[in-house]
């Protein structure tokens, strides 16, 4: 399985804000569905920190992309803040409970965080494209 893969699994199976909106959750895809969401692969230095023995600490950078409403309407695009505010606390809960995605060969989950805060990226008409940039670290 992929390093990805597990990332996106976790998020599919493990994060209560998507379970309790009924959003699903699509891979390198960001539909034209309102409400969708999905991991994409951000490319990035996989290396954090190598180790004499050959192994290291190494990340898997991606984005949470997520289709919403958008428009004059304050609230709404208050709730879409709220939304990403909340997948950030989700990620900083998780890592600190150590509930973190499973690898396998080996590879042993250290934290998973956001890298930035969730911002809106195009918009049209009364949708908008919202993405937070994320990484998992882990040892190998």
Not at 36 to 45: G, L, W, Y
Not at 73 to 97: H, P, T, V
Request: a negative charge.
């Amino acid at each position: 399985m992929t390093i990805l893969e597990s990332v996106f699994d976790y998020i599919k199976d493990q994060c209560d804000l998507i379970k309790k909106n009924h959003r699903s959750v699509g891979f390198n895809f960001i539909s034209d569905v309102v409400e969708s969401c999905s991991i994409v692969e951000v490319p990035s230095d996989p290396w954090v920190k190598h180790y004499t023995d050959g192994g290291g600490m190494k990340q898997c950078v991606f984005h949470f992309c997520s289709r919403e409403f958008y428009g004059i309407d304050s609230e709404n695009n208050l709730e879409n803040d709220r939304f990403y505010e909340d997948l950030e606390y989700w990620f900083k809960e998780q890592s600190e409970a150590g509930n973190l995605p499973k690898l396998d060969r080996g590879r042993q989950s250290q934290y998973i965080e956001t890298l930035s805060n969730g911002y809106l990226l195009e918009n049209e008409g009364d949708e908008a494209k919202y993405v937070i940039q994320c990484r998992l670290v882990y040892t190998e």
